[in-house]
């Protein structure tokens, strides 16, 4: 059993900059892949980026490439979430979440546990 706690949203205004953590329980954090989901009012849960268990190979949608920086520390059982540049389309319900022994999982049902969200909101 993993449980994920997710940490570091708010508001920030269009061009700033958020940092997202997630908390992972539990001595086997290696041995899973992260990733972050997000979900928009009205809108259905979408992949935003996703990072393997180790020598870390991330996966980003073309909409936060070159903005959104995944990473991991295996030793602090933390995924984060750097995201530069941000655009009122970026609001959204933030999600964290785990797969086991997968390589770069971007589809939500190759998830295994997940987070309780947090809200970040963008403003123009």
């Known amino acids: 059993q993993v449980q994920l706690v997710e940490s570091g949203g708010g508001s920030v205004q269009a061009g700033g900059s958020l940092r997202l953590s997630c908390a992972a329980s539990g001595r086997t954090f290696s041995r899973y892949a992260m990733g972050w989901f997000r979900q928009a009012p009205g809108k259905e849960r979408e992949f935003v980026a996703v990072?393997?268990?180790?020598?870390?190979?991330?996966y980003y949608i073309d909409s936060v490439k070159g903005r959104f920086t995944i990473s991991r520390d295996n030793v602090k059982n933390t995924v984060y979430l750097q995201m530069n540049s941000l655009k009122p389309e970026d609001t959204a319900v933030y999600y964290c979440a785990a797969s086991y022994l997968r390589t770069v999982p971007a589809g939500a049902t190759e998830y295994d546990y997940w987070g309780q969200g947090i809200q970040v909101t963008i403003s123009s």
């Open positions: 990072i393997s268990r180790s020598n870390p190979n991330t």
